[in-house]
């Protein structure tokens, strides 16, 4: 079994930046694929970023240019570092991981979520 526990939420200005952390633990490997998903008020939960267990790395094409994703295998912990926020970054951010290499096709359905960090920015 696998624990995902996400932190760094918050608000933020519109242009500021954040970094969200999650800490895995339990039967995580490193090659475990990732991912940062988030859920707005009234909307489907979407998929922010993506790194595979090759450090291969994914955006949606809201937050592209924007967020950064990135791993340390050593402390099991994903990031995602936000830049330039808009308001329309406002949601609840969860990160996910999945037991296969790459997950790209899974679209939502990652075996393991953490419970989810709110994030608000205003304009």
């Known amino acids: 079994q696998v624990r995902l526990v996400e932190s760094g939420g918050g608000s933020a200005q519109s242009g500021g930046s954040l970094r969200l952390s999650c800490e895995a633990s339990?039967?995580?490997?490193?090659?475990?694929?990732m991912g940062w998903f988030r859920q707005a008020p009234g909307k489907e939960r979407e998929r922010v970023a993506r790194i595979d267990g090759d450090n291969s790395t994914f955006y949606a094409d809201s937050v592209k240019g924007r967020f950064t994703i990135y791993r340390d295998n050593a402390k099991n912990t994903l990031s995602l570092q936000m830049n330039s926020l808009k308001s329309e970054d406002t949601a609840i951010y969860y990160c996910?991981?999945?037991?296969?290499?790459?997950?790209?096709?899974?679209?939502?359905?990652?075996?393991?979520w953490g419970q989810g960090t709110q994030v608000t920015v205003s304009s």
């Open positions: 996910a991981a999945h037991p296969a290499v790459f997950c790209g096709g899974l679209a939502t359905n990652l075996r393991y």
């Open positions: 339990g039967s995580i490997h490193g090659y475990y694929c």
